[in-house]
């Protein structure tokens, strides 16, 4: 029987709990959302297909691609 991979909970936590330099109160998975928003022009279709993939990330992988996405 094929294991189905559940989405990490990582993205529901506020994005001041999970990296000391964020003071922003919306969960890492709105913040990854609005930064694709902006890149992609305010594309939904576009941004849906960029966030895919955080779906079945690790919470590590997750967590890497925050940092070199939006802490400035």
């Not at 913040?31 to 966030?51: F, P, Q, V």
Request: glycine content about 0%; charged content about 35%; hydrophobic content about 30%.
């Amino acid at each position: 029987m094929a294991e189905t991979k559940t989405e990490s909970t990582f993205l529901n936590v506020k994005m001041n709990e999970a990296f000391d330099w964020s003071d922003s109160s919306e969960p890492v998975r709105d913040a990854l959302w609005d930064y694709y928003m902006e890149k992609n022009e305010r594309d939904t279709n576009a941004t849906e297909k960029d966030m895919h993939p955080y779906m079945s990330m690790s919470e590590d992988d997750i967590k890497s691609d925050v940092e070199k996405l939006l802490h400035n």
